[in-house]
């Protein structure tokens, strides 16, 4: 696997630009690729060794790579929670939002890939704090009871009754009328995908079966 000297912060997958804010979680997702695949990403190299940047050197490198080729979206999506550094994922997303009213680029949304855990984190609901700033939430909802929950996310001390923070996040998202909610689960782990599809789809949320991963792709 190639190794890279400098840790990406953002990187481009597809038609996206994501941002790799933080490489904390409360969670140890039993499906979790950053060990598994040595914090590596289709060739990227996401280990930010304790040095997250900041909001200006995220952007300074956004800037250069939308210029240099249009996305369709901009992700919150690295090998951590990015509400795990929400002050700075705000500011990223409200320049953003600016550079959109400006049109300085082609058109693009805003996306948080989130495990749903930002109002515990923050000691908040930061709902109403991210509307108006992201235009869609895709939630890792992951289980649909809270047994099924701590066996696959596995959650640090403090975030043991988490699920229905999860299931609460969604549901406020949903009522916030953000352009698209999703919440999704892992196949292969334990999660019984038709009671978590009619549990996401009970909050408000579309649902969307992810895959399990074994392979760098």
Avoid: H
Wanted: with cysteine.
């Amino acid at each position: 696997m190639k190794q890279f000297e400098a840790p990406k912060t953002v990187y481009r997958f597809k038609d996206a630009l994501y941002i790799n804010l933080t490489n904390r979680c409360p969670n140890l997702c039993a499906f979790c690729i950053k060990t598994k695949w040595n914090m590596q990403f289709n060739g990227y190299n996401l280990n930010l060794n304790g040095q997250e940047p900041t909001a200006r050197q995220v952007l300074e490198v956004l800037e250069q790579e939308m210029k240099a080729a249009p996305v369709q979206e901009v992700v919150f999506c690295g090998y951590g929670e990015p509400t795990m550094r929400l002050n700075e994922l705000l500011l990223i997303a409200k320049t953003l939002k600016g550079w959109q009213a400006q049109a300085l680029f082609a058109p693009f949304k805003i996306r948080l890939n989130t495990n749903g855990l930002g109002n515990m984190i923050n000691n908040q609901n930061i709902v109403p704090l991210l509307k108006g700033v992201i235009d869609k939430i895709y939630v890792s909802l992951n289980a649909q009871d809270e047994a099924t929950w701590r066996k696959i996310v596995r959650p640090a001390p403090g975030y043991e009754d988490g699920f229905s923070g999860v299931k609460e996040f969604i549901l406020r998202c949903s009522q916030a009328g953000f352009d698209k909610v999703v919440a999704s689960c892992v196949d292969k782990t334990g999660a019984d995908a038709p009671a978590v599809k009619a549990l996401a789809e009970s909050l408000g949320a579309e649902f969307y079966l992810r895959s399990f991963l074994d392979e760098e792709n």
